[in-house]
């Protein structure tokens, strides 16, 4: 057995290590009854077929490469720094301007449709992300955001955190898509300055569609260029004047 001290191997007979001297006659009945207890443990039927899953298991973490593992940790590196800070701040924005300075809402709708944007450039200008999953995420934050605000005003004012009503659905819906559509509006100018550094994207395959191959690779590169700013410019604009339209429509009709 192995001396619970300095883990030398001794006899299984002594009652003090020979190599620390320590006394161990008060572990062995311990030591005793752990070594019984494994011996019960792999005598039982369910302990093989466990082990063998556990292999399997491990065998297929090891088979998956090395980039996709690394990929994992990027993408969750992208939710802590550029999905979560947004919500927060929106929370934070909403929790100062309604609650603690009871300033007009209106100063809040402003805040939320320029907080997302920053994030959502940030989030595409690396070029590491997929669009469309992000595109979906940019809204289920609004989404989050948005309820974490009606719970908060339900703790304070008790109220119920779920609107009633379509007016209250229509302007639960609006508030959420004008922080989603302003996050998507980031994305989209950062994808655009991403593929006009990196010469990608959709502009480059309909370039190279519209010249067929016949022309050099530097005219392809400069009409994709000119379709992805034109392209990108205009897709920005549009979301933005749905953000702005979104956020404030009830503004504009008072």
Same mark, same amino acid.
């Given at each position: ?8 191997? !001794? @006899? ?21 009854? !752990? ?16 082990? /063998?899953?556990?292999?399997?298991? /491990? ?12 990929? @994992? ?5 992208? $939710? ?14 909403? $929790? ?7 300033? @007009? ?37 609004? $989404? ?16 119920? !955190? ?26 989209l100018l950062g994808e655009t300055i991403y593929n006009r550094t990196h010469g990608g994207g959709l502009a480059m395959r309909i370039a190279k569609a519209a010249t067929q191959g016949k022309d050099s690779a530097e005219k392809v590169q400069a009409i994709a260029k000119k379709l992805n700013d034109i392209g990108g410019t205009l897709t920005a604009v549009a979301t933005t004047a749905i953000s702005i339209y979104t956020g404030l429509k009830g503004f504009f009709g008072n």
């Amino acid at each position: 057995m192995q001396c619970p001290y300095c883990i030398s191997e !001794i @006899n299984d007979a002594a009652l003090a290590c020979p190599h620390c001297a320590h006394d161990i006659y008060l572990y062995k009945p311990l030591l005793e009854k !752990i070594a019984g207890l494994e011996a019960q443990l792999e005598a039982h039927p369910d302990v093989v077929p466990l082990r /063998e899953r556990v292999a399997e298991l /491990e065998a297929q973490l090891l088979a998956i490469p090395p980039e996709r593992r690394q990929d @994992n940790r990027s993408k969750l590196g992208l $939710v802590l720094r550029l999905w979560l800070p947004p919500l927060l701040l929106l929370l934070l924005a909403h $929790v100062m301007m309604t609650i603690v300075y009871d300033v @007009n809402t209106l100063y809040l709708r402003i805040a939320s449709i320029l907080i997302p944007l920053p994030f959502g450039f940030a989030l595409m200008r690396g070029g590491a992300a997929h669009f469309g999953r992000w595109f979906a995420a940019a809204f289920g934050l609004a $989404v989050i955001a948005v309820l974490g605000m009606s719970g908060i005003i339900s703790i304070v004012d008790h109220t119920p !955190i779920l609107p009633h009503g379509m007016q209250e659905w229509r302007e639960f819906i609006e508030y959420a898509g004008s922080i989603g559509f302003s996050f998507a509006t980031g994305m989209l100018l950062g994808e655009t300055i991403y593929n006009r550094t990196h010469g990608g994207g959709l502009a480059m395959r309909i370039a190279k569609a519209a010249t067929q191959g016949k022309d050099s690779a530097e005219k392809v590169q400069a009409i994709a260029k000119k379709l992805n700013d034109i392209g990108g410019t205009l897709t920005a604009v549009a979301t933005t004047a749905i953000s702005i339209y979104t956020g404030l429509k009830g503004f504009f009709g008072n």
